[in-house]
């Protein structure tokens, strides 16, 4: 409503309309203010040219054209999934390559060894420079999408489907991770890589029985290696504790053998050298020491010559 004073409207109301005309457009515009989350990173544009990062917190901005702000999650860790989508997390709730076409269109893979497989997988990344995400490639989440797929296509088709399957998991999710963070430093693209993960890998549907068969049978193959090894692990201490037993006997005989016939050769040197010296006397200690040895252990029983043949008889234990 114009206020006319004497058929003229007053320069204070003129300058009041402005004003608010200004604040009320500003406001409009996205207004003087805006407020960075902790888990955000602010980018100013100026007159669409990138002029300054700011922290979390309350800040000032021109609006709208003359300022623009992106405010990029960069300290929490976002995800990229492929073969499947999270549709809601309370309750959950998604869809994969088992119950939508599309899904399994992006899930379906060549192996090294050309079959089929199925392969649902999750990428974890973080921003790690939000002026490069932002403005380095159009679509950032789309091109990291379609660099993991290409990955991931990549290195299952260097390997077999048993190692896809089973025991080359770990290798192969490590291999995906590394060429995504190195097609990405590549692209400029201003994120870290922190985990792949293959959440859900099968053979398709209609051969799907054949190949848990084969899982199976490898398991029980396995756990017959693992009780075998277990049998081994048990055996092996128990042999050569025998046998350090056996060599500790050995040994001891030995060095009993061996001192025993450096005694009697110490012995045999010693008499040699009496009956050398005195061969009578020697001789006759000698056959005196023999007898005593042989005649330790005999019952010895002496008869005079008056006792007849039926007294030898008795005592050579034929009588009754």
């Known amino acids: 409503m114009k206020v006319i004073r004497n058929g003229r409207m007053t320069s204070s109301h003129y300058k009041w309309g402005v004003l608010a005309l200004v604040v009320f457009l500003w406001i409009v515009l996205g207004g003087p203010f805006y407020i960075v989350d902790p888990e955000e990173e602010g980018v100013v544009l100026t007159f669409g040219r990138y ?23 960069v300290n929490i860790v976002q995800r990229i999934e492929i073969g499947f989508r999270t549709l809601s997390n309370n309750p959950p709730s998604y869809i994969s390559f088992t119950n939508d ?22 990428v974890q990344f973080r ?10 490639v159009r679509d950032p989440e789309g091109t990291l999408r379609d660099i993991a797929e290409a990955s991931t296509r ?26 995504i963070q190195d097609i990405s430093d590549e692209y400029g693209m201003g994120v870290n890589i922190i985990a792949v993960q293959l959440m859900d890998v099968q053979p398709p549907l209609p ?12 398991e029980d193959m396995q756990a017959y290696i693992n009780e075998a090894e277990s049998y081994r692990n048990q055996q092996i201490p128990n042999a050569l504790a025998d046998s350090v037993v056996m060599v500790n006997t050995a040994l001891g005989y030995s060095a009993g053998r061996v001192n025993s016939a ?11 050298e009496e009956y050398r010296k005195s061969p009578g006397v020697t001789a006759t200690r000698l056959h005196l ?32």
């Open 51 to 73: 002029t300054a990062t700011t922290p979390p917190g309350f800040h000032f901005k021109w609006p709208w054209p003359v300022q623009k702000v992106f405010k990029p999650s």
């Open 101 to 122: 076409k599309d899904m399994l269109a992006e899930a379906q893979m060549l192996t090294g060894d050309e079959n089929i497989i199925d392969c649902a997988i999750t």
């Open 127 to 136: 921003i790690s420079n939000a002026t490069d995400y932002l403005f380095n």
């Open 154 to 179: 990549l290195v299952v088709g260097d390997n077999a489907i048993d190692a896809v399957l089973t025991t080359g998991k770990l290798e192969i999710q490590n291999r995906i991770m590394d060429m």
């Open 207 to 218: 051969v799907s029985a054949a190949f848990k068969d084969v899982a199976t049978a490898r």
């Open 262 to 272: 450096i005694g009697e050769a110490f012995r045999f040197t010693a008499i040699a």
């Open 289 to 320: 020491e023999t007898l005593t040895t042989l005649f330790s252990g005999v019952s010895i029983t002496v008869v005079d010559e008056s006792a007849g043949a039926l007294t030898h008889y008795n005592l050579a234990g034929g009588g009754q």
